[in-house]
């Protein structure tokens, strides 16, 4: 039911990207710009928050401050690595996460970006990926899901072997946080609050953009210490 809606913000977010791209040109660190830029994407969902103002969404997180932010760790994180798993959320988002992972690819590093293998809501597809030509630039697969965020136990062997060695992974939104925050690894969740439940167990509140590193890997390093 939800197809001609995802073509349609797909279409919609797909308008907004000159203009966003040269906000990343245009900013002291574009790499901090464009993560802004995809979590304002984020907002687009026909779930917990159907009634979304993309408009404001992009002002708010463009001109906003981080209420939970680990970006001098991701920064740390990035300059010792060569690849990058980015795990996506939903259709129209799909086309802000794009920017994103120009600017990584930009900065050298090579990124293989996760779909869903069927959409539960608006959740982005290959379909999706190849409409916003994120094949052409990154590597796409299918993490053969097809629950509500990335319950990595029914994922296809593809996308376990790429997710357990990986040293560092990108997982947009909430339903990946919920599925993936026990993992000991490097995960940077990035995200907007969408509903309490969530904003408790960040410590944050409805509406606020987060980038925060898996709370598990932090504690698993410290305890190696």
Do not use: W
Not at 31 to 60: H, Q, R, V, Y
Not at 118 to 145: H, L, W, Y
């Amino acid at each position: 039911p939800y197809k001609e809606l995802k073509k349609l913000y797909n279409e919609k977010a797909l308008k907004y990207y000159p203009k966003l791209k040269k906000l990343v040109k245009n900013s002291s660190d574009p790499i901090l710009m464009s993560i802004k830029i995809a979590i304002a994407g984020n907002i687009i969902d026909f779930g917990p928050t159907s009634n979304f103002d993309l408009d404001k969404s992009i002002e708010e997180a463009v001109k906003g401050d981080f209420a939970i932010s680990d970006y001098d760790t991701f920064k740390d994180l990035l300059n010792q690595v060569d690849e990058i798993l980015y795990i996506g959320d939903n259709a129209g988002e799909i086309c802000f996460d794009k920017i994103l992972v120009e600017e990584l690819i930009a900065f050298g590093k090579k990124v293989t970006f996760v779909v869903r293998e069927e959409p539960i809501i608006n959740d982005a597809t290959m379909e999706d990926a190849i409409f916003c030509g994120m094949d052409k630039i990154a590597r796409v697969i299918s993490s053969g899901s097809k629950a509500p965020g990335t319950i990595v136990s029914h994922c296809n062997k593809e996308f376990q072997k790429i997710f357990f060695n990986s040293r560092f992974i990108i997982s947009k939104g909430q339903g990946n946080f919920e599925t993936l925050s026990d993992f000991e690894l490097p995960i940077f969740f990035l995200l907007k609050v969408k509903c309490p439940v969530i904003g408790r167990e960040l410590g944050a509140k409805t509406g606020d953009i987060i980038l925060r590193l898996n709370p598990n890997f932090c504690r698993m390093l410290n305890n190696k210490r």
